[in-house]
């Protein structure tokens, strides 16, 4: 696809400049990492595709890992949001199925979401090692992003899918606070994490929403000729992991992403993972969003072989406007991994799921706490086999639920439902007889409602 379709991509790209223009000149890329390295820009796009307003130059690499070997991974990738929204001035009318996309990987328009007019509308750094905020950071960000910088490398951004007019496109008044974060240390190897915070900047709510992300992965020694036509996707359950591997030219090292958390959750969650070659791709929103709240989960794609992408997608949900009494924010962390082979694309899947909770929220539990408030602790061990501790404080008596669920929403099992007084408690779950995975526990009291993420690991 890459050679054949590059005149395309120039055409589509001169197309829409036009309309485009005044939002591209705040549009910056970053390259970050240790040992595996990301491009990425203020657009919501990642990859290759990072490196350029058209189509990108041939000797770019998208991801590096391990850095200097000349391995290409992603030609492109980026967040897809998708939902019902009543589009009507009066409010009355049918609710239109809508998908924005920070990249969409075949026919134009290729991005939909763009930075804003200002300057400071770039990409902001960060590092633990660094107690003061760089300039300008409390006026630009407020109290939307407190500068707490919890990694050796992290880069933050902001845009929305009506900051320029893009053809074909209707914008769901969608505002993302991208945070990337990586560590250079060899536990942290090979995983790049990053937190979509999305918010509905409209003024009505959108409802059954689907988040994904979406990877066009070009696996492979760019030495070689039509690497990329040697690639096959698969998807670990287990891990929540979608993957691209080159299973043909020696050298190749595959590319994964694994869904982190999703918040809030509503309901039963479903979980999609669909691969298909370029021709394949849903040219209209109503499509993406079909596929994107489809729910199927397609088999490995080995032993076949192609110019394969897929989309990892997960919903629905709900997000209030800022309007609402109780407006909503739909956080999203994923990471993207990379490895000597897919086995460990697994065990960094894992890795990565404790750098998150232990590094991002510990953080910002710590910041947020109340004395003598409502508290649910991180489990310990964690990753556990067979038991592990659970331990909650509540301010006040009244009814408590304390539930596990399954990474599909579903309920497993119930570890506390009854009054409980003041104070702090404890609590043992026996995961003897449930098969290895990721689940959640949700504590509910009162008003109070917060879940957090367990790994049974045998």
Same mark, same amino acid.
């Given at each position: 696809?890459?050679?054949s379709?590059?005149?395309?991509?120039?055409?589509?790209s001169?197309?829409?400049i036009?309309?485009?223009?005044?939002a591209?000149?705040?549009?910056?890329?970053?390259?970050?990492?240790y040992?595996?390295r990301?491009e990425?820009?203020?657009r919501g796009?990642?990859?290759?595709?990072?490196y350029?307003?058209t189509?990108?130059p041939?000797?770019?690499?998208?991801?590096d890992?391990p850095i200097?070997a000349?391995?290409?991974?992603?030609y492109?990738g980026?967040?897809w949001?998708?939902?019902l929204?009543?589009t009507?001035?009066g409010?009355t009318s049918?609710p239109?199925?809508?998908v924005?996309?920070?990249f969409?990987?075949?026919?134009?328009?290729?991005?939909?979401?763009?930075?804003g007019?200002s %300057?400071?509308?770039?990409i902001w *750094?960060g +590092?633990?090692?660094?107690?003061?905020?760089p300039?300008g950071w409390?006026s =630009?960000? $407020?109290?939307a992003?407190p500068y707490?910088?919890v990694a050796?490398?992290e880069?933050h951004?902001?845009?929305r899918?009506?900051n320029?007019s893009?053809?074909?496109?209707?914008?769901?008044?969608?505002e993302?606070?991208q945070?990337s974060?990586?560590?250079?240390d060899t536990y942290?190897?090979?995983?790049?994490i990053i937190?979509y915070?999305?918010i509905?900047t409209?003024?009505?709510?959108?409802?059954?929403?689907y988040v994904g992300i979406f990877?066009?992965g070009?696996?492979g020694?760019?030495?070689?000729?039509n690497?990329?036509n040697n690639?096959?996707s698969?998807f670990?359950?287990?891990y929540?992991l979608?993957?691209i591997?080159?299973?043909?030219?020696?050298?190749?090292?595959? %590319?994964?992403v694994s869904y982190? *958390?999703? +918040?809030p959750?509503?309901?039963s969650?479903r979980l999609?993972f669909?691969? =298909?070659s $370029?021709?394949a791709?849903p040219?209209s929103?109503?499509?993406r969003y079909?596929?994107?709240?489809s729910g199927?989960?397609?088999?490995d794609?080995y032993?076949s072989l192609?110019?394969?992408?897929?989309?990892l997608?997960?919903g629905?949900?709900?997000?209030?406007p800022?309007?609402?009494?109780?407006?909503?924010?739909?956080i999203l962390a994923m990471?993207i991994?990379?490895?000597?082979?897919?086995?460990?694309l697994?065990?960094?899947a894992f890795?990565?799921?404790?750098l998150?909770?232990?590094?991002v929220?510990?953080v910002e539990?710590?910041?947020n706490?109340?004395?003598?408030?409502f508290?649910?602790?991180?489990?310990?061990?964690?990753?556990?086999?067979?038991?592990?501790s659970?331990s909650?404080?509540?301010?006040?008596?009244?009814?408590?639920?304390l539930?596990?669920f399954s990474?599909l929403?579903?309920e497993?099992?119930?570890?506390v439902?009854?009054?409980l007084?003041?104070g702090?408690h404890?609590?043992t779950?026996d995961?003897t007889?449930?098969p290895?995975?990721?689940?959640?526990?949700?504590?509910?009291?009162?008003?109070?409602?917060?879940?957090?993420?367990?790994?049974l690991l045998?």
């Amino acid at each position: 696809m890459k050679t054949s379709v590059s005149f395309l991509c120039v055409l589509f790209s001169i197309l829409i400049i036009t309309s485009q223009l005044r939002a591209q000149t705040n549009v910056v890329n970053a390259n970050q990492g240790y040992q595996m390295r990301l491009e990425f820009d203020n657009r919501g796009a990642f990859g290759k595709v990072s490196y350029g307003l058209t189509n990108p130059p041939q000797d770019s690499i998208g991801l590096d890992y391990p850095i200097g070997a000349r391995v290409e991974h992603i030609y492109g990738g980026g967040l897809w949001v998708g939902g019902l929204l009543d589009t009507s001035n009066g409010g009355t009318s049918p609710p239109v199925r809508l998908v924005t996309t920070g990249f969409k990987g075949w026919s134009s328009p290729f991005y939909e979401f763009y930075p804003g007019p200002s %300057v400071a509308d770039s990409i902001w *750094t960060g +590092s633990r090692i660094d107690t003061v905020s760089p300039t300008g950071w409390d006026s =630009y960000w $407020g109290a939307a992003l407190p500068y707490r910088p919890v990694a050796d490398d992290e880069r933050h951004c902001r845009y929305r899918d009506d900051n320029a007019s893009v053809s074909q496109h209707i914008p769901m008044h969608l505002e993302v606070i991208q945070s990337s974060y990586t560590w250079n240390d060899t536990y942290s190897a090979g995983i790049h994490i990053i937190r979509y915070k999305v918010i509905n900047t409209g003024t009505k709510p959108i409802d059954s929403v689907y988040v994904g992300i979406f990877l066009d992965g070009d696996v492979g020694p760019i030495s070689i000729i039509n690497y990329w036509n040697n690639n096959s996707s698969g998807f670990r359950l287990v891990y929540r992991l979608g993957f691209i591997n080159n299973p043909v030219n020696t050298g190749s090292t595959p %590319v994964g992403v694994s869904y982190i *958390t999703l +918040s809030p959750v509503i309901g039963s969650q479903r979980l999609t993972f669909q691969w =298909y070659s $370029g021709p394949a791709s849903p040219g209209s929103d109503a499509a993406r969003y079909a596929l994107m709240s489809s729910g199927q989960i397609l088999p490995d794609e080995y032993p076949s072989l192609s110019d394969t992408r897929f989309l990892l997608a997960t919903g629905p949900s709900r997000i209030r406007p800022i309007t609402d009494p109780a407006p909503d924010t739909l956080i999203l962390a994923m990471a993207i991994l990379s490895g000597q082979d897919i086995l460990q694309l697994q065990t960094r899947a894992f890795r990565a799921l404790d750098l998150y909770q232990n590094m991002v929220l510990n953080v910002e539990d710590a910041d947020n706490s109340t004395p003598g408030g409502f508290r649910l602790d991180q489990n310990y061990p964690n990753p556990f086999n067979p038991s592990t501790s659970i331990s909650f404080s509540l301010p006040q008596s009244g009814f408590v639920s304390l539930k596990v669920f399954s990474m599909l929403g579903q309920e497993v099992t119930t570890l506390v439902s009854k009054d409980l007084t003041a104070g702090a408690h404890q609590t043992t779950w026996d995961a003897t007889g449930f098969p290895s995975g990721v689940y959640f526990y949700r504590l509910q009291a009162g008003s109070f409602t917060k879940t957090r993420k367990l790994v049974l690991l045998r």
